[in-house]
């Protein structure tokens, strides 16, 4: 069974820093693509980032370009979100989702969730 | 930046069909799928590459794109299908683009 399972996530204040991480099981991690997508309290999904399988290639939204940057360690199975220079409008549920394989076009697998609050 | 566009809601009763559409420039050159999201719940994809259903998806979920215009049908709804729906696609500068999302309510 696929599997993904975010952390990392918590208050920080506005200027802060977190990493988020994703650890996945059940498949061969290192043979797939990865984004992170995410969803601000009562709103829609918002795509953050993606990466290739082997990192050879990394893609950023706009609103975070600059500010974050995602990364994996495909010997751990784990992807990661390195988020600086927070902002208010950075508050969300942040998703760990997996790229289909066979049809890299959509997402097959979404983890639960890890809680980003930037507050002061 | 790309955008598609959803209307915000949708209400049907049980067993009508519910039709959810989803418009973009250019959406006929790029697939687009569907994601189901229920209150407190991850996303599930229903519907990729337009038409496909994956497994475990019933059949009574469907996808349908004519022109700029991509439509998600549920057929015979049922209470459990209230949800928000998101279709997806990919834009040219390989970034993903959701739209707004729609709420689907089955009165």
């Known amino acids: 069974e696929v599997q993904l399972v975010e952390s990392g996530g918590g208050l920080v204040q506005p200027g802060g820093s977190l990493r988020l991480s994703c650890v996945a099981s059940?498949?061969?991690?290192?043979?797939?693509?990865m984004n992170w997508v995410r969803q601000a309290p009562g709103k829609g999904l918002e795509w953050v980032s993606h990466?290739?399988?082997?990192?050879?290639?990394?893609y950023y939204a706009d609103s975070v370009k600059g500010r974050f940057t995602i990364s994996r360690d495909n010997a751990k199975k784990s992807l990661y979100l390195q988020m600086n220079s927070l902002r208010a409008e950075d508050t969300a549920l942040y998703y760990c989702?997996?790229?289909?394989?066979?049809?890299?076009?959509?997402?097959?697998?979404w983890g639960q969730g890890t809680l980003v609050t930037v507050s002061s | 930046s790309y955008d598609l566009t959803q209307p915000a809601s949708l209400s049907v009763s049980p067993g009508q069909t519910a039709s959810i559409f989803c418009s973009g420039d250019r959406l006929g050159d790029k697939f687009v799928s569907w994601y189901q999201q229920k209150p407190g719940q991850s996303p599930v994809l229903v519907i990729y590459?337009?038409?496909k259903r994956p497994s475990g998806i019933p059949e009574r979920f469907s996808g349908s794109r004519y022109g700029s215009t991509a439509t998600l049908t549920v057929s015979e709804t049922q209470a459990m299908d209230e949800a928000d729906y998101y279709c997806?696609?990919?834009?040219?500068?390989?970034?993903?683009?959701f739209g707004g999302g729609t709420k689907l309510t089955v009165l």
């Open positions: 590459q337009d038409t």
């Open positions: 990466i290739y399988s082997d990192s050879t290639f990394t």
């Open positions: 989702a997996r790229l289909a394989g066979s049809d890299p076009d959509n997402f097959d697998h």
């Open positions: 059940g498949f061969n991690f290192r043979s797939y693509s």
């Open positions: 997806q696609v990919w834009d040219s500068t390989s970034a993903v683009v």
